[in-house]
């Protein structure tokens, strides 16, 4: 009598959503993809996309499997690709060769190059594939990749270190610190899963930042940093971040057609308030410490809003957490 294949393991695909993590900020323009190898209620292989997008996670789970993926599950956090490389063979291919039992997929690839044709492909060779399994965490997970695919741009995510009263600096200028040790230490964690920093002018010629990630173990995972200014002929030699291959942008349009997944936009107030102007932000990272300032320096500069009523309906709170003695508020574009 046969024996029916359990259901797939919602938290076997959390696990691959966990190991796409690892991944976060170092595969674009290649999503950053999970992939775990179950067989017999054991997990044989797993892997993650590695650096610069190759290889993909489900070779790297493959190759540790070896002949244990012949009917083996396989979870993957995103579609298997459909389309030949010069920098390896499609997914789909791979995994037809290892002739696993079943495909559990979270979501569909929204990469025209793919987009279902990874499915269809598994399918016609006999292999089980079940969509949607932790869809709406793994789309959480690959954000950035898909407002890439949808909107032509990467992600934007804009940080804001304020007081109490929404201030970015004294009037002075001064501004470090505003927030304590953790609320720093977290936003370089941040730092180390985006593709680019993005500061103004305003911010390179007043502050002179670094833009890198200044967490032992993870200076590697500094982003690529970015300027963006329509009247800057270059970038300083003398500028801290010009030996790391700084990109100049002379408009938010340059935004689209990077190839990025997302972009983490740390100053100032006015490229702030243009990129919210420009709807072009699609989520907030709000430091918000316990201090006062008063009426100068704003974090966000104008934004364009004609009547109150507009400015509502457009943010949606997802997340607050504490970092010593500041609060994290997480905004998502609605």
């Known amino acids: 009598m046969s ?10 695909m959390r696990a691959a959503i966990a190991m796409a993590a690892r991944a976060r900020g170092l595969t674009s323009p290649n999503p950053a993809v999970g992939c775990l190898i179950v067989r017999n209620g054991v997990t044989v292989g797993t892997g993650w996309t590695q650096h610069g997008g190759r290889p993909h996670a489900e070779a790297v789970a493959l190759d540790a499997a070896g002949s244990r993926a012949g009917g083996a599950d396989i979870y993957v956090t995103l579609e298997p690709c459909a389309h030949d490389s010069r920098r390896g063979p499609a997914c789909a ?22 987009a279902g044709k990874g499915f269809a492909r598994l399918r016609a060779a006999g292999i089980e594939v079940v969509e949607g399994l932790c869809a709406e965490l793994a789309a959480r997970e690959h954000a950035g990749f898909l407002v890439r695919q949808r909107e032509g741009r990467p992600r934007i995510t804009l940080k804001l270190a304020v007081s ?9 200028g001064e501004s470090q610190w505003i927030t304590g040790p953790a609320a720093r230490t977290h936003a370089h964690l941040i730092r180390a899963e985006s593709d680019l920093i993005l500061v103004g002018r305003g911010t390179l010629e007043a502050d002179d930042p670094a833009l890198d990630v200044r967490i032992a173990g993870l200076q590697h995972r500094s982003p690529r940093p970015a300027i963006i200014s329509a009247t800057l002929g270059e970038i300083p030699v003398t500028a801290k971040i010009s030996a790391r291959d700084p990109l100049l942008l002379r408009s938010a349009q340059d935004l689209f057609g990077q190839p990025y997944n997302d972009i983490l936009v740390e100053g100032g107030a006015g490229l702030a308030g243009s990129l919210i102007r420009d709807d072009l932000v699609d989520r907030l990272l709000i430091y918000r410490a316990p201090i006062l300032i008063g ?20 943010w949606a709170l997802r997340t607050t957490r504490r970092l ?10 609605i």
Do not use: C, F, N
């Not at 039992?101 to 025209?112: E, F, G, H, M, W």
């Not at 109490?164 to 002075?172: E, K, N, T």
């Not at 100068?296 to 457009?314: F, Y």
């Open 295 to 314: 009426d100068r320096a704003p974090g966000i500069g104008d934004i364009g809003l004609a009547d109150l009523s507009a400015a509502h309906g457009r």
């Open 324 to 333: 010593g003695a500041d609060t994290l508020e997480i905004y998502a574009r």
């Open 164 to 172: 109490i009263d929404g201030r970015a600096a004294l009037a002075s």
């Open 3 to 12: 024996t029916a294949r359990p259901l797939p393991d919602p938290r076997r």
């Open 93 to 114: 291919d791979l995994l037809i060769a290892a002739k696993p039992a079943r495909v559990i997929a979270a979501l569909k690839d929204p990469d025209p190059r793919t």
